[in-house]
């Protein structure tokens, strides 16, 4: 077990990896995607639901729910980001913390999300402990994660995002579903993350590139969702026996 002082280093290396790097271009979110138009439709976010995003970064989903009425919270450990997300929605709330200790009441929300971004935090059970705490009893838990048995991961074409060098777990669905449910939540649904059918997605870089991009968005319309990039997970709250 990693001790106090080794964990705020680590921390700290993430701070400034997000702040420096990662977020360094980032700018305030001004249209709604329709990757996240589509996924709070899915998720039939209502006006009045308090809805948490953990590890926010500029708030693209935020906003989004946002727009269907929630009120939105959200915190994440990047400076930057955080102020992107004030900029984009000054009458929401905006934190710069931890997702290992989330500065909220118990029983608080009625959605907790973190999308693509739980495998990079230093203490992935203290996280998912602290969603499940500020959660209300019949609370949604929205989880996007990254598969190990990504087919183009295991082909060997795909080492990771950048923030590996910080750290990044990959798990097999499997291994994720047991992290969940060993964890005190019950999952409901799985599903595929298809947010790289989109033109801005597909047309980066050169010709060859977006040709390699829209090969590869097209094969995972048709792959099974165990060769799936990333997985959501949609969870509630074990109910007691």
Known sequence: MPTENAMKKKLDASKAFYDTSYHQDSTPPRIISKHYQ?????LAVYPGEKVLDVACGTGEWLLAAQHRG???KGIDLSEKAIGACREAMPEAEFMVGKAEVLPFPDQTFDLI???GALEHFIDMDAAIAEMI???KPNARYVILVPNADFLTRRLGFFQGTN????KEEVLSLEAWRE???RSGLTVNQCWADLHVLSKDWIMRGSWLQSLIRLTQALMLLVWPLRWQYQ???LCSKHTPL
């Open 179 to 181: 992290l969940f449910e």
């Open 133 to 135: 705490r500020v959660g």
């Open 231 to 233: 997985v959501y997970y």
């Open 113 to 115: 999300t973190c999308l």
């Open 38 to 42: 589509n996924l709070a439709k899915r």
């Open 70 to 72: 929630a009120i939105v």
């Open 163 to 166: 923030q590996a060098m910080i």
